[in-house]
């Protein structure tokens, strides 16, 4: 019996000695391959510390980053103070040619380089602005564009600054007659006419968007010429800032928070958030569509915001008057370059 349990224990052992020789080896496990960040470059005329244009749109990128899951995700190359257009376009071939998912010319005067370059990377995602001109006409669709309705604040501003001056006198400092300036510039004359008919405007534009010493010339102009409340558009505007602190005037800003350059100057400001136009790019390039698609940021759709200063009191019925501005712009009641619908 003895001899029996031996033999069957053995051949359980043998058995099992076979079936484990037969055995396929495991497979050597495989390490996870790391996803590979979403990469975008962005050419600036300013700097990223400029209160302005470029600063919107780079604190846009970075919040767009910090959703995505930090820079491990999400990849922010830039180059800023472009303001040389031979110098930006090169900037723009080079993160082309380094393979970056999506190519960002921040500026309206990048857009024929633009429209040079893109056609020699069909692979690549690229985006411009301000503007609405994707350059499908031309045939090219791997570019995006963009652009900043920024006469609805501009024209909310203007309403507000007719109703506090107290010498009947609005100054204007535009740097260039040209793109989301000269819309900002254009809808703040419409809503202080419209506002107070009685309402002096003057404008002036520098013909820069850098100027900072032709932005403070033009400031002491309009307050010379009387003007209690100022306003102006681009990375210039620092200078007019502080030619109107330093003669009590009022400014409206518009783009970024402007605020900080005066603290008892700056009455509102303009906020664009261009954050809704970055997620839907990023979102798109995603699905393989390179582009073809426009852009605008607007009260309606969140990427137009109007932020007050604390420090400088508006009077509430102003305060209930720009709010009522704004929804007659959202609803479609008011035109912000011309005003009332009839």
């Not at 052992?13 to 496990?29: I, M, N, R």
């Not at 309402?199 to 900072?212: A, E, K, L, R, Y």
Request: proline share 5%; hydrophobic share 45%.
């Amino acid at each position: 019996m003895k001899k029996i349990v031996v033999r069957i224990a053995l051949l359980v052992a043998l058995v099992s000695l076979l079936l484990s020789a037969c055995a396929q080896p495991a497979a050597p496990t495989q390490p996870a391959q790391e996803e590979k960040p979403f990469r975008v470059a962005v050419v600036m005329p300013s700097t990223i510390t400029d209160l302005a244009f470029s600063q919107s749109f780079f604190e846009a990128l970075k919040k767009v980053q910090e959703e995505e899951g930090g820079p491990s995700k999400f990849e922010i190359a830039y180059s800023e103070g472009m303001f040389n257009v031979p110098d930006a376009a090169a900037a723009i071939r080079d993160y082309a040619s380094q393979g970056y998912d999506l190519v960002i010319a921040h500026g309206s005067q990048y857009g024929t380089s633009l429209s040079q370059i893109a056609p020699d990377f069909p692979e690549t995602a690229f985006a411009w602005g301000t503007s609405l001109d994707t350059f499908q006409a031309q045939g090219i669709n791997n570019v995006y564009a963009y652009q900043a309705e920024s006469q609805e604040g501009g024209y909310v501003l203007g309403t507000i600054a007719a109703l506090m001056s107290k010498s009947g006198v609005l100054g204007v400092c535009g740097p260039v007659n040209a793109g989301d300036a000269k819309l900002f510039v254009d809808g703040f004359v419409a809503g202080a006419k419209n506002a107070r008919p009685d309402i002096q405007v003057n404008v002036t534009f520098t013909g820069s968007f850098s100027d900072v010493s032709l932005m403070a010339s033009a400031a002491e102009t309009h307050i010379a010429a009387g003007a209690d409340m100022l306003t102006g558009s681009s990375q210039s505007v620092v200078g007019a800032i502080g030619v109107a602190k330093d003669k009590g005037a009022y400014w409206f800003g518009t783009q970024w928070e402007q605020t900080p350059v005066g603290p008892e100057t700056v009455v509102a400001t303009q906020v664009f958030d261009w954050t809704i136009v970055i997620r839907d790019m990023v979102k798109s390039v995603r699905a393989g569509v390179l582009g073809g698609k426009a852009y605008t940021l607007t009260f309606k759709n969140g990427g137009l915001k109007l932020v007050y200063n604390d420090k400088v009191p508006v009077p509430d019925d102003i305060k209930a008057k720009a709010q009522e501005t704004i929804n007659g712009i959202m609803n479609g009641t008011i035109d912000p370059l011309s005003g009332p619908k009839q």
